[in-house]
């Protein structure tokens, strides 16, 4: 099988994103839109950079497993074809849909998740804003694909233009698509829905590029209200460091260090974000059910 050179489409996009960003800043100042602030949008950047620097370390851990499964491992072999690459969309965007919604429903995932979520501005900006430890384990849920037969090129290259994909949704100077764009792909009004702390809105519209699978799965929700940003508890911060691990420490200080039996501890990573053993703590799921009594 004759396996093509595919570039590595995030370093190309990198100038992109750069131009896209002084656009929205120019016409976010011209109507007027209070949607930047410059130690928030330099606290993005600098974990996009970062992120791209511990990706070139986790990409080859990401290359070295993938392959092995490939190799040792797969069912078929799947063609470098067109139809191929039709399936290795779909099949990218439903794992992709399952680790998002996972990011937001197990501590331990979270606490790499997190990162993205910490700004309370929504801009292009905040697409920058990624982890700096999920590369290392967050691919796990991508193995499946290898297994059945797709080669790992493929599988890389598609989980890249999900995240080329999903950088535009991230503004609020785009209201509302065609319907019918609404109803089958994510748009910047679905996104902006995930990143809202609204009860209505928590854990809602984990989509890459297809809305489907959050209204095939329960997971959907119309943008309606205003959506204010961050997270339930925001954590105030520009660094960098604590950005990226504020809630690993907290995680740990959780599970080691509250008097709880050994099966608590090893719950602190598996049960959702918030979740206490002593029932202190505050779950996405129960504020979105008082909000629901309340409405």
Known sequence: MQIPEIPNLIYYAIPVFI????????????????????????????????NVFLNLIGKAIVVGVLFYIYNHYRLFTIPFTWWAWL????????????????????RFFWASHVVHHSSQKYN????????????????????WMALIGFHPLMILTQMSISLLYQFWIHTETINKLPKWFEAIFN???????????????LDRNHAGILIIWDKLFGTFEEEKEKPVYGLVSNINTYNPIKIAFHEWISLFKDAFLSPTSF???LK??????????????????????QWEMDA
């Open 19 to 50: 131009l896209s960003i002084i656009v929205e800043v120019i016409i976010t100042t011209r109507r007027k839109i209070k949607t930047y602030e410059l130690k928030d949008a330099s606290s993005s950047i600098a974990m996009g950079l970062g």
């Open 87 to 106: 399936l290795v969309f779909f099949a990218d965007d439903f794992s992709y849909y399952w680790f998002h919604r996972i990011s937001h429903e197990n």
């Open 124 to 143: 292009l900006a905040t697409a920058l804003r990624q982890t700096w430890s999920g590369v290392f384990f967050s691919f796990v849920f991508w193995i």
């Open 187 to 201: 748009t910047p009004s679905h996104h902006r829905v995930h990143h809202a702390v609204n009860p209505q809105y």
């Open 263 to 265: 099966s608590n501890r």
């Open 268 to 289: 602190y990573f598996l049960k959702p974000p918030g979740w206490k053993h002593d029932g202190t703590g505050i779950l996405s799921s129960d504020l979105r059910e």
